[in-house]
């Protein structure tokens, strides 16, 4: 007789998928630490050794085979596989480097690997002698728009939550880490959302903002307020520029006559405010209408020049923004671009704006860079403190929330005058020779 519990079989048959694509579908998150986490676990190791053939990462050997008599043969082996994490996207896995690879190798095969592993991205979040780590990612992390949260009360100094990474992970800018930043992209592709950002972050925090909006201040002005100056004009510019210069040649004095060589080695009470200087498109401060501006962009640009190379000890940190900073603008600007370490590229029109933003820190970048697409506006691939480069997406900051953040915190801006003159003042009678050496400064500070 057919056992009753016989019949239990295809209802559960049944069920167990039913219930497994109801649970990945409504829990997609759980999902992913569970049964499909173990899927693919299973999957990346039982295909392991074809996988690895036919992405060219096994490397043939010669091996004695004694089995029907001793004879030399050849014989594929894959590289080993280690430590295999989930994350919150998919997983993690490391993998040793034969003898002669280097991660390049596993960078040009990430694609083939995507494909082999059915997950929408692999890359290589770290490596070290030896072996290389990599992320591979069920769905693009950056697909979905994140509104920026209410600034936090509890802020770091000088620390901005920009958005995410493609890791999953937070995507900080950390200003004491990386000084200036270079937001680069074509029109509507999210610079001025980074912007926002900033100013929305940093305004609770006890730090001066400065801006250079030479778009006529279209850019800058609403957040005026929190600012303590803003330049619209040329002259303008080159005014702030030099306070700036002002600043730092202060900032210089108080760390030598205390034996220190930054602002941060300072005592709390003593220590200078850091100054924040945002520069929207900066191509205007390098373009020429007339002749006649010729020596005033030659001062502009070796101000900035050296705004960038001194600062970054004095607590004066650069955010210069653009849709383009090629040589064409002048050697100026391909000076104060190597000056810049932390950089973010959105979408670009070309391969050229790409290759200026990211070239010289990132090259390996370029081609994700290039595939931003039109429709995901604050995508970026940014290189940042460890110099390796992500794909990120910014959180959406709207003007009306820096502007109000500006408008609630202006009492936070310091007087720009009193910033300026604060100690230059009490020292008029410092003599002429004692005036900063600014080439040895530079020297020693290098
Ligand atoms: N992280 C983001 N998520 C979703 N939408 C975004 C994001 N960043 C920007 N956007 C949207 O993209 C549009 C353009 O953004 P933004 O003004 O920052 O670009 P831009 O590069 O400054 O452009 P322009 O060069 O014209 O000033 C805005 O409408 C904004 O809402
Ligand atoms: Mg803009």
């Excluded at 074809?50 to 096994?58: A, F, P, T």
């Excluded at 004694?66 to 030399?72: E, F, H, W």
């Excluded at 002669?100 to 070290?128: C, F, K, M, N």
């Excluded at 000890?313 to 653009?322: D, K, P």
């Amino acid at each position: 007789m057919f056992p009753e519990i016989l019949w239990a079989v295809p209802a559960a048959g049944l069920t167990l998928p039913v219930s497994a694509a109801a649970w990945h579908h409504w829990s997609p998150h759980t999902w992913s630490y569970g049964p499909g986490l173990v899927g693919s676990a299973l999957r990346v190791h039982l295909t392991w050794d074809h996988v690895s053939q036919g992405c060219g990462l096994s490397v043939t050997r010669r091996k004695t085979q004694v089995k029907g008599g001793v004879r030399r043969v050849s014989v594929e082996k894959k590289p080993k596989l280690r430590r295999f994490r989930p994350t919150p996207f998919g997983f993690r896995v490391r993998a040793r480097l034969h003898d002669g690879q280097t991660p390049d190798d596993y960078q040009e095969a990430l694609t083939r690997l995507a494909h082999a592993w059915r997950v929408d991205s692999v890359r290589i979040r770290t490596s070290g002698p030896g072996w290389v780590e990599l992320v591979a990612s069920r769905r693009d992390p950056l697909g979905t728009v994140t509104n920026a949260a209410p600034a936090p009360r509890d802020w770091e100094l000088l620390k901005v939550r920009m958005g995410t990474l493609e890791t999953g992970d937070a995507w900080v800018i950390d200003f004491r880490a990386v000084p200036h930043w270079l937001i680069m992209g074509a029109t509507q592709s999210g610079k001025s959302t980074d912007i926002n950002a900033l100013v929305y972050q940093l305004a609770p925090q006890p730090v001066a903002l400065a801006g250079l909006d030479l778009k006529g201040g279209v850019e800058l002005t609403p957040y005026a307020k929190r600012m303590s100056k803003l330049a619209t004009t040329r002259a303008e510019c080159t005014g702030l520029l030099d306070d700036l210069m002002g600043i730092l040649n202060d900032r210089m004095n108080q760390c030598r006559e205390a034996g220190v060589r930054n602002i941060w080695q300072l005592p709390d009470d003593v220590r200078p405010m850091p100054v924040v200087v945002v520069v929207d498109e900066v191509a205007e401060l390098y373009l020429m209408t007339d002749k006649s501006e010729k020596d005033e962009i030659a001062r502009t640009s070796t101000l900035l020049l050296r705004n960038a190379q001194l600062g970054r000890a004095f607590g004066l940190h650069l955010v210069v923004a653009g849709q383009r900073v090629g040589s064409d603008l002048g050697p100026g600007v391909t000076a104060l671009r190597s000056q810049i370490t932390g950089r973010i590229c959105h979408r670009v029109n070309d391969g050229e704006t790409a290759k200026m933003a990211l070239g010289d820190l990132a090259p390996d970048s370029l081609s994700a860079a290039m595939r931003i697409p039109a429709e995901m506006p604050g995508v970026a691939v940014t290189v940042g403190a460890d110099g390796r480069w992500y794909r990120v997406r910014s959180d959406l900051t709207t003007e009306e929330m820096a502007e109000e953040a500006s408008a609630e915190f202006a009492y936070l801006a310091p007087d720009w005058d009193a910033l300026v003159s604060g100690r230059t003042k009490e020292k008029e009678t410092v003599p002429a020779d004692n005036a900063v050496d600014w080439d040895r400064l530079e020297e020693e500070l290098t």
